[in-house]
């Protein structure tokens, strides 16, 4: 277990603007795939490998820019951990071609930068996204001192692209904005991962933004506008293992499991205790209830990388609103019988659908694959007794339940 450092300060103060020029990406299509460029690599004539402070020195710095009512956020402040989490993103990829530079890494919420400069130290390219206000001086000190390696902006990436965004100011901004900033151009789905997102999920907001994001991934809307974006995110352990449960897990299998499992490859990088993670709590503990531990004492890195056939005829960026819709009310009841579900919704249609596909007529709906609800859907899109109409007196309503 690594040291803990929990129940120390952090969080914002004022709100300067941002310093730095935007980089600019290449303009072929060929190196749009590549990386952005303006973010290079290590060089010489510049001070490597660059010193990673300790965790007592991490936690001194998240003191010294504390405000007397932070947000609760969490840290990586041991440089064992730090480095664990940069080998993790280095690998399951295999050796980059020939030519080919890796994927930019998006830092959020870095703090006092031990990852950043991990990551640095590593040869990654990285944007470091600071919500908190305090910590962007050091960050811009840093980033003069690398040559175009690193990239600083004021912005919290997990309140990206809020609704009325347009009347407020950093760190909450659009993503075309943060991204435009940035000199980075959408690439087809199908190309190489543009970018690698590495954070902290907020603990309070952890539930919503998994759902804020599976919504912009099957919509193809925010970051995803961009390309098949990777997402390296430390989750609770009670949340990844929902999103990577199976029909066999009846007790925690529901809708976000299918709609993650189905949109991506999810991965399991590593697990940390809680306690390894430096936080502000301003009464010096984990911040999390007992009763929660018992059965949660880890947080999870886990890779979630968009497939690249997750759209097809069938299912597109225009109809997986439907789609969603479809395995969240299927799943509500997860004892339902499958036919009678899909007989409500088109008379008598169930049991042909499920022989064209060779599913058991008596299965329940909380008993189908991820894959399944999958191809249930496209040929429901492809069958004429299916016009959609079941599902439109209920969307609006659905989508209420979820607070982005």
Not at 42 to 60: K, M, T, W
Not at 86 to 94: D, E, I, P, W
Not at 141 to 164: A, N, T, W, Y
Not at 353 to 361: M, N, S, Y
Request: proline content about 7%; glycine content about 6%; hydrophobic content about 40%.
């Amino acid at each position: 277990m690594l040291g803990s450092t929990a129940g120390m300060a952090a969080a914002a103060a004022a709100q300067p603007g941002l310093s730095g020029k935007p980089l600019v990406l290449a303009a072929s299509s060929c190196v749009l795939r590549r990386a952005v460029r303006g973010l290079a690599g290590p060089s010489e004539g510049r001070p490597f490998p660059l010193r990673v402070p300790q965790a007592g020195e991490a936690a001194r710095a998240v003191l010294g820019n504390s405000r007397p009512s932070p947000p609760l956020r969490r840290f990586i402040a041991c440089p064992d951990l730090a480095r664990t989490v940069a080998s993790r993103l280095g690998r399951g990829r295999g050796p980059e071609p020939t030519g080919r530079r890796p994927a930019v890494v998006l830092e959020c919420e870095p703090g006092p930068g031990l990852l950043t400069r991990t990551l640095l130290n590593a040869g990654s390219r990285v944007i470091a996204l600071e919500s908190n206000n305090a910590f962007l001086p050091d960050l811009e000190s840093l980033k003069k001192k690398l040559d175009g390696q690193l990239e600083v902006m004021h912005c919290d990436f997990f309140r990206l692209d809020p609704i009325g965004f347009e009347s407020m100011r950093p760190p909450v901004m659009c993503s075309e904005t943060l991204l435009g900033n940035l000199g980075i151009l959408p690439v087809p789905w199908a190309a190489d991962i543009p970018l690698k997102v590495v954070g902290i999920v907020p603990q309070k907001r952890e539930r919503n933004l998994l759902w804020k994001l599976v919504y912009a991934l099957y919509e193809r809307s925010s970051v995803y506008k961009y390309g098949r974006i990777e997402l390296n995110l430390f989750v609770s352990e009670k949340e990844y293992k929902t999103l990577v449960a199976k029909p066999e897990d009846t007790r925690i299998y529901q809708a976000l499991s299918v709609l993650w499992q189905t949109a991506c490859d999810v991965q399991l990088l590593h697990m940390e205790p809680w306690s390894s993670f430096l936080t502000n709590s301003r009464n010096g503990g984990l911040s999390i209830p007992k009763s929660v531990l018992l059965q949660n004492d880890h947080l999870c890195l886990v890779r979630m990388t968009p497939r690249k056939n997750l759209f097809t005829e069938s299912l597109t960026a225009n109809n997986s609103g439907i789609f969603i819709l479809m395995v969240k009310q299927c799943l509500a009841k997860c004892k339902t019988k499958l036919v009678d579900k899909l007989n409500l919704w088109s008379s008598d249609s169930g049991k042909n659908l499920l022989r064209q596909l060779e599913i058991p007529e008596n299965i329940t709906t909380g008993h189908l694959y991820p894959e399944e609800y999958k191809r249930l859907f496209e040929a429901m899109e492809q069958s004429h007794e299916f016009d959609q109409s079941w599902l439109y007196d209920d969307a609006l309503e659905d989508n209420r339940g979820i607070n982005f």
